[in-house]
């Protein structure tokens, strides 16, 4: 079964971009994320290494089409989970590539966070965005939990992620999970409101229905254990009122009473399970008099009150 986050990504990669530099802002997150940079035969290499297949593809189809650069794919079985994993090296234009996707400056280095140019606008910093929650994004099934993250290597990344979502509003955090940094958030209306910002329409859509069938549902647990546990404690007044009128009948002690009360009293034993409002409807049938529902339960308290039992 596809998780949600396959879903999500699945949508992401399937959408036209806006400008075709885009793609090259996209890349740019996912080679920062999850590339592997290393030198061999004095030489910048690249190594990839996806849980995706899609995604993979997604990958090489940029470099190909953008940079005219072709990758020799594999698919390995991971050694840990035993997953399906999809890899492929880079080995040619690398140092023109990372300087052009701003991952390398023009002294060699890389950088922690990428140039201005990334998040300088509303268009290229969502492009952006995706290109991170492709990497290393993920979130819950909707049906289950709400929660969103982005699981990166340094802190300083993480907090650049974070300050990006901030400027939404969105109620970013970070925590230390084993030797990785989690950017997450856990609000319903962040994690709807980032899905509608990545233009994943559709599973925005789906992602709404889910917590509103959700939300309906939970109005109707409170709604029916409010009214169970309304109705245990109903049922345990009339037990102590029932046990309360049985000791004065057994003690002959009806006399005590007025001509309301005792009326009140027999209403009570002929229909154990009335509530205030039944017993004064009974009331007034008997007598013709109008008896109000406070007056009874007052009543009632008193004499549990005095015949405690």
Same mark, same amino acid.
């Given at each position: 079964?596809?998780?949600?986050?396959?879903?999500?990504?699945?949508? /992401?990669?399937?959408?036209?971009?806006d400008?075709?530099? &885009?793609?090259?802002?996209? %890349?740019?997150? *996912?080679?920062? *994320?999850?590339?592997?940079l290393?030198?061999?035969?004095?030489?910048?290499? $690249?190594?990839?290494?996806?849980?995706?297949?899609?995604?993979?593809?997604?990958?090489?189809?940029?470099?190909?089409?953008e940079?005219?650069?072709?990758?020799?794919?594999?698919? #390995?079985?991971?050694?840990?989970?035993?997953?399906?994993?999809f890899?492929?090296?880079?080995?040619?234009?690398?140092?023109?590539?990372?300087? @052009?996707?701003?991952?390398?400056? &023009?002294?060699?280095? *890389?950088?922690?966070?990428?140039?201005?140019?990334?998040?300088?606008?509303?268009?290229?910093?969502?492009?952006?965005?995706?290109?991170?929650?492709?990497?290393?994004?993920? $979130?819950?099934?909707?049906?289950?939990?709400? &929660?969103?993250?982005?699981?990166?290597?340094?802190?300083?990344?993480?907090?650049?992620?974070?300050?990006?979502?901030?400027?939404? @509003?969105?109620?970013?955090?970070?925590?230390?999970?084993?030797?990785?940094?989690?950017?997450?958030?856990?609000?319903?209306?962040?994690?709807?409101?980032? %899905?509608? =910002?990545?233009?994943?329409? @559709?599973?925005?859509? =789906? !992602?709404?229905?889910?917590?509103?069938?959700?939300?309906?549902?939970?109005?109707?647990? #409170?709604?029916?254990?409010c009214?169970?546990?309304? =109705?245990?404690?109903?049922? @345990?007044?009339?037990?102590?009122?029932?046990?309360?009128?049985?000791?004065?009948?057994?003690?002959?002690?009806?006399?005590? !009473?007025?001509?309301?009360?005792?009326?009140?009293?027999?209403? #009570?034993i002929?229909?154990?399970?009335?509530?205030?409002?039944?017993?004064?409807?009974?009331?007034?049938?008997?007598?013709?008099?109008? /008896?109000?529902?406070?007056k009874?339960?007052?009543? !009632?308290?008193?004499?549990? #009150?005095?015949?405690?039992?």
């Open positions: 079964m596809i998780s949600f986050s396959e879903k999500v990504k699945t949508e /992401i990669i399937q959408q036209e971009v400008y075709p530099t &885009h793609y090259a802002i996209i %890349l740019g997150a *996912i080679i920062k *994320i999850l590339g592997n290393s030198i061999e035969n004095n030489n910048y290499i $690249i190594k990839l290494q996806f849980n995706l297949f899609i995604l993979a593809k997604f990958v090489a189809y940029i470099l190909s089409e940079y005219n650069i072709k990758v020799n794919s594999k698919l #390995r079985l991971s050694k840990f989970r035993g997953e399906e994993a890899s492929f090296v880079i080995k040619n234009k690398v140092e023109k590539l990372l300087k @052009d996707l701003n991952i390398f400056n &023009h002294n060699g280095l *890389i950088l922690a966070s990428p140039k201005v140019k990334y998040t300088n606008s509303q268009t290229t910093l969502i492009a952006f965005l995706k290109g991170c929650f492709l990497a290393c994004g993920s $979130i819950s099934e909707p049906s289950k939990s709400y &929660h969103l993250e982005f699981v990166v290597n340094d802190y300083e990344f993480a907090e650049y992620i974070s300050q990006l979502l901030k400027k939404y @509003d969105y109620n970013s955090n970070i925590i230390k999970r084993r030797n990785k940094q989690v950017v997450y958030l856990k609000r319903v209306e962040d994690i709807s409101s980032f %899905l509608l =910002l990545i233009q994943v329409n @559709d599973c925005g859509l =789906l !992602f709404e229905n889910v917590r509103i069938e959700k939300e309906l549902s939970n109005a109707d647990n #409170r709604a029916i254990n009214y169970q546990a309304n =109705l245990k404690k109903q049922q @345990d007044a009339y037990q102590k009122v029932s046990k309360t009128i049985n000791f004065i009948i057994r003690n002959n002690l009806m006399n005590k !009473f007025s001509n309301l009360e005792q009326t009140l009293i027999k209403i #009570r002929e229909n154990s399970e009335f509530s205030l409002a039944n017993i004064a409807e009974v009331y007034k049938t008997e007598t013709g008099e109008t /008896i109000n529902r406070t009874i339960s007052v009543f !009632f308290k008193e004499l549990m #009150r005095k015949y405690p039992m």
